[in-house]
């Protein structure tokens, strides 16, 4: 998994510096709850059910326009944060073993790369 930085965050770790010297203390966040994945799990079939009424999936989940897909991912980062929580602390393959659409992959791999 790739890490990502967001404030203090890299990943799932979160660093704080002390002093002159540039001195890092990383605290690791844990493993994700059940609670989180299934908040993720929510958040992706909702969003996806509205790619699905715009018109940019299909009804059996394939992506009919790819630029729309990547579009709605970017322009809305805030929009998906329960989803980009559950990637950062290694929840990825539970995510996408529920969520089996053509589209889910890409909106993950969009979502873990933000």
């Known amino acids: 998994m790739a890490d990502y930085v967001f404030g203090d965050k890299v ?3 979160k660093y704080s510096q002390s ?9 690791n966040s844990g493993e994700v709850s059940r609670a989180e994945v299934d908040a993720a799990v929510a958040e ?6 509205q790619l699905t009424r715009a018109g940019v999936v299909a009804p059996d989940g394939s992506v009919t ?13 805030g929009r998906l944060k329960a989803l980009g929580g559950a990637i950062a602390g290694g929840a990825k393959d ?21």
């Not at 002093?19 to 605290?27: D, E, L």
């Open 19 to 27: 002093g002159h010297h540039n001195t890092f203390t990383v605290t």
């Open 94 to 114: 539970a995510v996408l073993s529920v969520v089996k659409d053509g589209v889910a992959a890409l909106i993950v791999a969009l979502v873990g790369r933000m």
């Open 44 to 49: 992706l079939r909702a969003f996806v059910a």
């Open 65 to 77: 326009d790819p630029g729309a897909v990547v579009a709605a991912v970017e322009s809305h980062p």
């Open 11 to 13: 990943g799932r770790d």
